[in-house]
């Protein structure tokens, strides 16, 4: 079968607010500015598995309204800062902390730095680019203040370059280490990071001065239970649920929730992992192999059969599939 990238993360990456974060799972805006075309009276949607924020995205960019749901912390932080308006002095005041920040991370003399409690941080980053890295995340959280816009547009740079600066190579579901490159010297290295660090922040910036006509809401909850609609109903759900291919969105995550917070240890991350349909990360599994089902109904009356289906082939991921609904 093609892959029709078009239709995947890839298509977004060079589309602005879009591409800020590449989340494997994430849906091209095409599918979502497809379905909003060939329906121009909806205008209140919900996204309940709303990842990295797409649906929303695109509604906003059309002036419409929409909700949307995940239960993952950093990914609600996420979506929030990549649907909100920004005013042209809070981007003139980021502009401005670009090189405060890149001060202030060269200023500091020890010679250990706060690292994320991330397993075989090694394999992630060299060390010398682990160094840069704590000194930069040090530098915003010192120079910008709390829950601030300008702070949120470092962070979201902070993320791009975990990423981009990583040996984490991702192929289709399963991620690996690329090769270590040769390091270069030690100041010619951290040059480059601080100047790929200050055109992260340039990009993220300038998509950020894009307006966002609609009105977005962004609501940290477990979508099984779907909390009730600011006034009048949805018009339509548009989304991508958690696929039915044990595929950890924590896997791809955890660089993200680590440095910035959202998981202090690896137990953290199973356990969200857990309470996340699909989830499959460290404890997710082995609770899953002894999960039983909690007695409440599905309504479709050939769901029962469909699982039994799936536990001739493997007990786990029936109960995988069967968890998902309840
Ligand atoms: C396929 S991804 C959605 C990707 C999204 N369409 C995008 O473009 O980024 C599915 C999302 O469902 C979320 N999720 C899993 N279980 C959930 C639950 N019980 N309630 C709410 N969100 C959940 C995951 O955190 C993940 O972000």
């Given at each position: 079968m093609n892959r029709r990238s078009d239709l995947t993360f890839k298509h977004n990456l060079k589309h602005g607010r879009h591409g800020w974060l590449r989340l494997t799972p994430a849906y091209s805006i095409k599918v979502v500015r497809e379905i909003l075309d060939e329906h121009p009276a909806f205008d209140y949607v919900l996204d309940p598995f709303s990842g990295t924020g797409t649906t929303g995205l695109v509604c906003g960019e059309r002036g419409l309204r929409c909700d949307l749901l995940d239960i993952n912390p950093f990914l609600v932080w996420f979506a929030g800062v990549k649907t909100s308006n920004f005013t042209p002095d809070e981007l003139l005041e980021a502009k401005k902390k670009i090189r405060d920040v890149l001060a202030a991370s060269k200023e500091y003399k020890q010679q250990k730095f706060w690292l994320p409690p991330i397993k075989d941080i090694d394999r992630w980053w060299p060390e010398s680019c682990q160094n840069f890295l704590s000194r930069i995340y040090k530098a915003i959280n010192e120079s910008l203040p709390e829950n601030s816009p300008a702070k949120d547009i470092f962070l979201v740079a902070f993320c791009r370059c975990l990423m981009q600066w990583s040996n984490a190579a991702f192929n289709h579901q399963s991620m690996s280490f690329k090769e270590r490159k040769e390091t270069l010297f030690d100041h010619q290295e951290r040059d480059l990071l601080a100047s790929s660090f200050e055109r992260n922040v340039e990009m993220v910036i300038d998509s950020a001065?894009?307006?966002?006509e609609g009105e977005v809401r962004v609501i940290l909850a477990d979508s099984r239970q779907v909390p009730e609609p600011a006034d009048k109903q949805y018009d339509c759900v548009i989304t991508s649920p958690p696929y039915p291919n044990r595929m950890s969105y924590i896997r791809e995550l955890r660089p993200y929730m680590y440095w910035l917070g959202y998981l202090k240890e690896a137990r953290e991350a199973g356990e969200l992992d857990w309470q996340a349909i699909g989830g499959t990360w460290g404890i997710a599994t082995s609770r899953l192999s002894n999960w039983k089902p909690n007695g409440r109904e599905i309504m479709y009356s050939g769901f029962q059969e469909i699982i039994t289906g799936i536990a001739d082939e493997s007990t786990l991921l029936a109960n995988y599939t069967a968890r998902g609904m309840k």
């Amino acid at each position: 079968m093609n892959r029709r990238s078009d239709l995947t993360f890839k298509h977004n990456l060079k589309h602005g607010r879009h591409g800020w974060l590449r989340l494997t799972p994430a849906y091209s805006i095409k599918v979502v500015r497809e379905i909003l075309d060939e329906h121009p009276a909806f205008d209140y949607v919900l996204d309940p598995f709303s990842g990295t924020g797409t649906t929303g995205l695109v509604c906003g960019e059309r002036g419409l309204r929409c909700d949307l749901l995940d239960i993952n912390p950093f990914l609600v932080w996420f979506a929030g800062v990549k649907t909100s308006n920004f005013t042209p002095d809070e981007l003139l005041e980021a502009k401005k902390k670009i090189r405060d920040v890149l001060a202030a991370s060269k200023e500091y003399k020890q010679q250990k730095f706060w690292l994320p409690p991330i397993k075989d941080i090694d394999r992630w980053w060299p060390e010398s680019c682990q160094n840069f890295l704590s000194r930069i995340y040090k530098a915003i959280n010192e120079s910008l203040p709390e829950n601030s816009p300008a702070k949120d547009i470092f962070l979201v740079a902070f993320c791009r370059c975990l990423m981009q600066w990583s040996n984490a190579a991702f192929n289709h579901q399963s991620m690996s280490f690329k090769e270590r490159k040769e390091t270069l010297f030690d100041h010619q290295e951290r040059d480059l990071l601080a100047s790929s660090f200050e055109r992260n922040v340039e990009m993220v910036i300038d998509s950020a001065a894009q307006r966002i006509e609609g009105e977005v809401r962004v609501i940290l909850a477990d979508s099984r239970q779907v909390p009730e609609p600011a006034d009048k109903q949805y018009d339509c759900v548009i989304t991508s649920p958690p696929y039915p291919n044990r595929m950890s969105y924590i896997r791809e995550l955890r660089p993200y929730m680590y440095w910035l917070g959202y998981l202090k240890e690896a137990r953290e991350a199973g356990e969200l992992d857990w309470q996340a349909i699909g989830g499959t990360w460290g404890i997710a599994t082995s609770r899953l192999s002894n999960w039983k089902p909690n007695g409440r109904e599905i309504m479709y009356s050939g769901f029962q059969e469909i699982i039994t289906g799936i536990a001739d082939e493997s007990t786990l991921l029936a109960n995988y599939t069967a968890r998902g609904m309840k």
